[in-house]
């Protein structure tokens, strides 16, 4: 079945958005609904509406909208803070569930801030552990014994290259390690079967594919079995068994709830909340589908009409997530002129050209639309214009 609601976005005019892989367009239900918070909520009921609004909720509630799109049960993801503090969150408790092992396992796929908290981490415990990061393809030879936990993002944030999740899982517990995954580029983008495969911990952000938002909160899942023996290492007062007793000693929450650290975005939280209400009735197998249908067909028209890109993301759609990346050497600036041109993509470092393929709200003559003006834009070497070199600070 379709999933395509282009409807329910409020897309400007002209634009072909192939970016939702890093920010997610505005569902037409959010500035109503976080109006209505400001003003009915917030304004009308002050602090009141922390009991009456159901602030204090938000983040299990919320959570639990996340946790549908990502094969997680009722109660296992809570919102907050960023994805940064998510991972840091994860591998600490990881960590902590294997205190003979000394090795963090990831994959040169990750992405930095992932790593940059791990070796955070590693300096303030002190305890020596490392952190070994190699290349994708050799992950599951790099499981052994000295692992303590696994961490890796599921679908590589440049080329779109995703790991088999199931496998890695099943090869980490096999070996004794903790699973950590990052679906910063799944939920949303992907099936995601996290009660299947088992794995302890899984992170990721609401911003992209959800479109929650600049800013939008973060979300965190622990294998349920496993939630209340997590130690957490941030230890807020609102992850406290009982927050509004002001005891001077820490105990966590039950559950994933331990998670939360403090006062949770409440308007970001609702600008999330009315987005996710774009999936209501998404087949995630439909969405993949169609995800898959946009970016062959992209893939085709690119390769019939830029014979000078070379494709970055893996050919077979079974082993990508829902993005195909090109290198290509005048990548920021081909990349500013199709902004300037009205296809939104983005560019990563060194080399690659990005585009994100959304089915909710992208379809098959936009896909070809945008191959035909990139084609343009190589063909008459519309890219070579000074305008287009200057670097502006987020890529
Ligand atoms: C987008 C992304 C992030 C961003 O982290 P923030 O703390 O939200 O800025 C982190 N990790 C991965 C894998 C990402 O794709």
Same mark, same amino acid.
């Given at each position: 079945?379709?999933?395509? &609601?282009k409807?329910? %976005?409020?897309?400007?005019?002209?634009? !072909?958005?192939?970016? *939702?892989?890093?920010?997610?367009?505005?569902?037409?239900?959010?500035?109503?609904?976080? /109006?209505?918070?400001v003003?009915? +909520?917030?304004?009308?009921?002050?602090?009141?509406?922390?009991?009456?609004? *159901?602030?204090?909720?938000?983040?299990?509630?919320?959570?639990?909208?996340?946790?549908?799109?990502?094969?997680?049960?009722?109660?296992?993801?809570?919102?907050?803070?960023?994805? #940064?503090?998510?991972?840091?969150?994860?591998? #600490?408790?990881?960590?902590?569930?294997?205190?003979? @092992?000394?090795?963090?396992? #990831?994959?040169?796929?990750?992405?930095?801030?992932?790593?940059?908290?791990? +070796?955070?981490?590693?300096?303030?415990?002190?305890?020596?552990?490392?952190?070994?990061? =190699?290349?994708?393809e050799?992950?599951?030879?790099? !499981?052994?014994?000295?692992?303590?936990?696994?961490?890796?993002?599921? =679908?590589?944030?440049?080329?779109?290259?995703? $790991?088999?999740?199931?496998a890695?899982?099943k /090869?980490? $517990?096999?070996?004794?390690?903790?699973?950590?995954?990052?679906?910063?580029?799944?939920?949303?983008?992907?099936? =995601?079967?996290?009660?299947?495969?088992?794995? +302890? %911990?899984?992170? *990721?952000?609401?911003?992209?594919?959800?479109?929650?938002?600049?800013?939008?909160?973060?979300?965190?899942?622990?294998?349920?079995?496993?939630?209340?023996?997590?130690?957490?290492?941030?230890?807020?007062?609102?992850?406290?068994?009982?927050?509004?007793?002001?005891?001077? +000693?820490?105990?966590?929450?039950?559950?994933?709830?331990?998670?939360?650290?403090g006062?949770?975005? =409440?308007?970001?939280?609702?600008?999330?909340?009315?987005?996710?209400?774009?999936?209501?009735?998404?087949?995630?197998?439909?969405? @993949?589908?169609? #995800?898959?249908?946009?970016?062959?067909?992209?893939?085709?028209?690119?390769?019939? @009409?830029?014979?000078?890109?070379?494709?970055?993301?893996? $050919?077979?759609?079974?082993? &990508?997530?829902?993005?195909v990346?090109?290198?290509?050497? $005048?990548?920021?600036?081909?990349?500013?002129?199709?902004?300037?041109?009205?296809?939104?993509?983005?560019?990563?470092?060194?080399?690659?050209?990005?585009?994100?393929?959304?089915?909710?709200? !992208?379809?098959?003559?936009?896909?070809?639309?945008?191959?035909?003006?990139?084609?343009? !834009?190589?063909?008459?070497?519309?890219?070579?214009?000074?305008a287009?070199?200057?670097?502006? /600070?987020?890529?």
């Amino acid at each position: 079945m379709s999933v395509l &609601r282009k409807h329910l %976005f409020d897309l400007p005019e002209g634009v !072909i958005y192939l970016d *939702g892989n890093s920010l997610g367009p505005l569902p037409k239900c959010v500035a109503g609904r976080v /109006a209505q918070m400001v003003t009915g +909520e917030w304004g009308a009921h002050l602090i009141k509406g922390w009991n009456i609004d *159901g602030w204090m909720d938000q983040p299990a509630r919320v959570g639990d909208r996340v946790g549908h799109l990502i094969g997680a049960v009722p109660g296992s993801v809570v919102m907050g803070d960023t994805l #940064s503090i998510k991972v840091y969150q994860a591998l #600490s408790a990881a960590l902590q569930m294997r205190p003979a @092992r000394r090795m963090i396992l #990831s994959d040169s796929g990750n992405f930095p801030t992932d790593l940059y908290m791990a +070796e955070g981490l590693i300096r303030h415990l002190s305890h020596g552990h490392d952190l070994k990061i =190699v290349r994708p393809e050799e992950v599951m030879e790099n !499981i052994t014994n000295e692992v303590a936990a696994v961490m890796l993002t599921h =679908v590589d944030y440049r080329t779109g290259r995703m $790991h088999d999740m199931a496998a890695i899982t099943k /090869a980490a $517990h096999a070996a004794g390690a903790v699973m950590i995954w990052d679906l910063a580029h799944s939920a949303g983008a992907v099936p =995601v079967d996290l009660a299947a495969c088992g794995a +302890e %911990f899984a992170v *990721g952000c609401s911003y992209k594919y959800l479109n929650g938002g600049p800013g939008a909160p973060a979300f965190i899942y622990i294998r349920p079995d496993l939630a209340d023996q997590v130690d957490p290492a941030l230890a807020g007062w609102l992850g406290h068994a009982a927050p509004f007793a002001f005891d001077l +000693e820490y105990r966590p929450a039950p559950g994933v709830a331990r998670m939360r650290v403090g006062t949770p975005p =409440v308007l970001q939280m609702t600008a999330l909340d009315a987005a996710l209400d774009v999936w209501e009735g998404v087949d995630m197998g439909d969405l @993949r589908a169609a #995800s898959i249908a946009l970016s062959e067909r992209f893939i085709a028209e690119v390769a019939a @009409r830029c014979p000078g890109l070379a494709l970055a993301s893996p $050919h077979d759609p079974e082993l &990508r997530g829902s993005q195909v990346s090109f290198h290509f050497t $005048h990548g920021y600036a081909t990349m500013q002129a199709l902004i300037a041109h009205g296809v939104i993509g983005d560019f990563r470092a060194p080399d690659i050209m990005r585009f994100g393929f959304t089915p909710l709200y !992208i379809d098959e003559g936009d896909v070809i639309a945008a191959a035909e003006i990139l084609g343009r !834009i190589l063909k008459d070497r519309l890219w070579d214009d000074p305008a287009y070199h200057a670097r502006q /600070a987020v890529t």
